[in-house]
């Protein structure tokens, strides 16, 4: 169904939607929807700083990994 939209139907929802709401309403929509656009991005940002500041330990060495290697999984499926 969406398919079958052209150029000159999302012209006409555009006009439908223009007309329904008005310039005004439309605005203030945007606006909004680029503030929340705006708000993900820096929380996106924050958490991606914050798990790069948690991977050093309190006396700042690297965190260690300690993910089982194959050896391991190995052991666990003969067992």
Same mark, same amino acid.
């Given at each position: 169904?969406?398919?079958?939209?052209?150029?000159?139907?999302?012209?006409?929802?555009?006009?439908?939607?223009?007309?329904? #709401?008005? !310039? *005004?309403?439309?605005? @203030?929509?945007?606006?909004?929807?680029?503030?929340?656009? +705006? %708000? #993900?991005? !820096? *929380?996106?940002?924050? @958490?991606?700083?914050?798990?790069?500041?948690?991977?050093? +330990? %309190?006396?700042?060495?690297?965190?260690?990994?300690?993910?089982?290697?194959?050896?391991?999984?190995?052991?666990?499926?003969?067992?």
């Amino acid at each position: 169904m969406l398919n079958n939209i052209g150029p000159a139907g999302l012209l006409l929802i555009a006009i439908v939607v223009l007309v329904l #709401f008005g !310039r *005004g309403k439309i605005a @203030s929509l945007m606006g909004e929807v680029g503030k929340g656009i +705006t %708000a #993900f991005k !820096r *929380g996106v940002k924050d @958490s991606t700083e914050e798990i790069e500041n948690a991977s050093t +330990t %309190a006396d700042g060495s690297a965190a260690r990994d300690v993910t089982p290697g194959r050896d391991a999984a190995r052991e666990r499926d003969n067992v």
